[in-house]
């Protein structure tokens, strides 16, 4: 049972604008909101992440967004850079049982020149 | 540069051997993951150490062993694969989620498991 949702395989944005990456998630429980990216042969990175009290956070390029009622985050990299293509992972966890990750299936963000 | 070391970084075995897999992490961290990624999926939880002791065994078969000989370090023991477990094999590390509430896992690049 798929309880965080990466509904877009993939997305293809231009140099300079801006890339959202969307997640959604079903469980209520969650609390803790994690964004990873990942290279070829290389594993997961982490990004940036937003606890449930906090309805958006930024670091540098990076922003992430948080609606509880309707139950999704979104990913906004501004501006984007070639280098920024890659696979992101949108994870979720409930910190008061415990540790595991719930990841999605993943994005595939392109950015071209 | 990732904190977080596995070895090897490819393993190709057959279904009798025995192997280990090894992760280590200098951050200080007291929580400790192993996961299982199959291509085109995203990582799957196995096992959670914290403080040294197994919290987590997400209904892993017994061929599969964790170790945990100290706070750095984490040890996957294979015995007796079969060729549906070739996976890449993630270890992770962070900060006690216990006691510091919700804390970013940090991974190693992990290592490529192929069983013949």
């Known amino acids: 049972d798929q309880q965080v949702k990466q509904n877009s395989p993939s997305l293809s944005v231009q140099e300079g604008r801006i890339s959202i990456l969307n997640c959604d998630y079903t469980n209520s429980m969650f609390d803790y909101f994690l964004w990873y990216k990942k290279y070829p042969a290389e594993g997961p990175t982490f990004l940036i992440s937003i606890s449930s009290i906090k309805d958006k956070n930024e670091d540098g390029r990076f922003t992430v967004f948080l609606n509880k009622s309707a139950k999704h985050l979104s990913l906004h990299i501004v501006p984007s850079q070639p280098g920024d293509s890659a696979v992101y992972f949108c994870a979720a966890s409930k910190t008061n049982s415990g540790y595991a990750l719930n990841f999605g299936k993943g994005t595939s963000l392109l950015v071209t020149p | 540069d990732t904190e977080v070391t596995q070895t090897p970084k490819h393993l190709v075995m057959g279904m009798t051997n025995k192997k280990s897999l090894k992760c280590e992490q200098h951050m200080g961290h007291r929580a400790m993951y192993w996961y299982k990624q199959k291509a085109k999926k995203p990582p799957e939880l196995m096992f959670v150490?914290?403080?040294?002791?197994?919290?987590i065994n997400e209904s892993v078969p017994s061929r599969f062993s964790p170790e945990c000989p100290n706070s750095s370090l984490l040890n996957l023991h294979l015995h007796a694969l079969q060729p549906e477990d070739s996976a890449l094999y993630l270890c992770?590390?962070?900060?006690?989620?216990?006691?510091?509430?919700?804390?970013?896992?940090?991974f190693g690049d992990g290592t490529r498991l192929s069983i013949l």
């Open positions: 992770a590390s962070s900060q006690d989620p216990g006691q510091f509430g919700g804390q970013p896992q940090h």
């Open positions: 150490y914290s403080y040294e002791k197994l919290s």
